[in-house]
């Protein structure tokens, strides 16, 4: 069974860092492409970064630009979004979800871990 | 931009429910495909794949959810609506990054 289970939330103030891991088990990790997606509270969807299966490419949404980085450890099957200056509109539940068929489609999610920024 | 109608959709048990999807830009990527899911997400609970590439159903999916649409309008039917249909359904384009999704629109039984 697919399982990807985040961690490392919590609650930071405005300009700090906190860095997300996403640890991923049933499935053969190292080639498949990762992402972040964020849902503020009581908000809908937001995809903010993407890795490459090889880990060459990685992409990010202007919103994020800059500030946060994406990374993995094929050997841990572990997935990781290390966020810097963080800003009240950051506040959110961060998911990591897998996509299939080069980048098809993202189906498969965890169950999310909240980061909680104070201004 | 995806654009999703109705925001929400109040159905009565075993009626059909459907929900569009505009996208502001063409989603056919320079492989052929049209890469447009649809994801349900019931309360309390991370979001759920149910159709991808238009009208693919995802694993575990059932028939009574399909997807349909082609350039720019998509659309979500499900043909007898159950009480665990009940949550926010999303449309979602993967051909451009940053990947985008519609407002979501709560289906909810009279």
């Known amino acids: 069974e697919v399982q990807l289970v985040e961690s490392g939330g919590g609650f930071v103030q405005a300009g700090g860092s906190l860095r997300l891991s996403c640890a991923a088990s049933?499935?053969?990790?190292?080639?498949?492409?990762m992402n972040w997606v964020r849902q503020a509270p009581g908000k809908g969807l937001e995809s903010i970064s993407y890795?490459?299966?090889?880990?060459?490419?990685?992409l990010y949404a202007d919103s994020v630009k800059g500030r946060f980085s994406i990374s993995r450890d094929d050997a841990e099957n572990s997935l990781f979004l290390e966020m810097n200056s963080l800003r009240a509109e950051d506040t959110a539940v961060y998911y990591c979800?897998?996509?299939?068929?080069?980048?098809?489609?993202?189906?498969?999610w965890g169950q999310g871990t909240l980061v909680t920024v104070s201004s | 931009v995806m654009t999703q109608t109705p925001l929400s959709s109040p159905v009565t048990l075993g009626q059909p429910a459907s929900i569009s999807c505009r996208s502001s830009?063409?989603?056919?990527?320079?492989?052929?495909?049209?890469?447009l899911s649809w994801l349900q997400q019931r309360p309390g609970q991370p979001p759920r794949l149910l159709i991808y590439?238009?009208?693919t159903r995802f694993s575990g999916v059932p028939d009574r959810f399909s997807g349909s649409g082609a350039g720019t309008d998509f659309t979500l039917k499900i043909s007898r609506v159950e009480a665990e249909d009940v949550g926010v359904y999303y449309c979602?384009?993967?051909?451009?990054?940053?990947?985008?999704f519609g407002q979501g629109t709560k289906l909810e039984i009279k």
């Open positions: 890795i490459s299966g090889s880990g060459t490419t990685r």
């Open positions: 049933g499935f053969t990790f190292s080639g498949q492409e």
């Open positions: 979800a897998r996509g299939y068929s080069s980048g098809s489609h993202l189906g498969s």
């Open positions: 830009q063409g989603l056919v990527y320079s492989d052929g495909n049209t890469y």
């Open positions: 590439k238009i009208s």
């Open positions: 979602m384009q993967l051909t451009h990054f940053p990947y985008t």
